[in-house]
Nanobody
Framework: QVQVVESGGGSVQPGESLRLSCTASGINLDKYAVGWFRQAPGKERERVSCTSAYDHTPYYVTSVRGRFTISRDNANNTVYLQMNSLKPEDTAVYYC????????????????WGQGIQVTVSS
């Protein structure tokens, strides 16, 4: 049984940082495309960042480029999302998802999803 779990969320002030972690059991994330998504109240879910399965090419939505960094720790089967210079508009539930599509791209659909974790940025 595959399980994807997010951790590291919380409440911070504008300008501060958080690091989200995505771990998985039952699959080797090194061979999967992994995406970070977020959904704010009243808004649609958006893909924030992802890393491809084949060559781990990173992708970032424009609003987080230069502030967020996605990285992999294959030894611990974990994908991180380092979030710096957080803004109130980054407040959302963040989800990690993994997909078996093997290519140098971020897939449009994902096989496995975590339960989500809250990130709140407020002064």
């Amino acid at each position: 049984q595959v399980q994807v779990v997010e951790s590291g969320g919380g409440s911070v002030q504008p300008g501060e940082s958080l690091r989200l972690s995505c771990t998985a059991s039952g699959i080797n994330l090194d061979k999967y495309a992994v995406g970070w998504f977020r959904q704010a109240p009243g808004k649609e879910r958006e893909r924030v960042s992802c890393t491809s399965a084949y060559d781990h090419t990173p992708y970032y939505v424009t609003s987080v480029r230069g502030r967020f960094t996605i990285s992999r720790d294959n030894a611990n089967n974990t994908v991180y999302l380092q979030m710096n210079s957080l803004k109130p508009e980054d407040t959302a539930v963040y989800y990690c998802a993994a997909d078996s599509s093997f290519g140098s791209h971020c897939p449009p659909e994902y096989d496995y999803w975590g339960q989500g974790i809250q990130v709140t940025v407020s002064s």
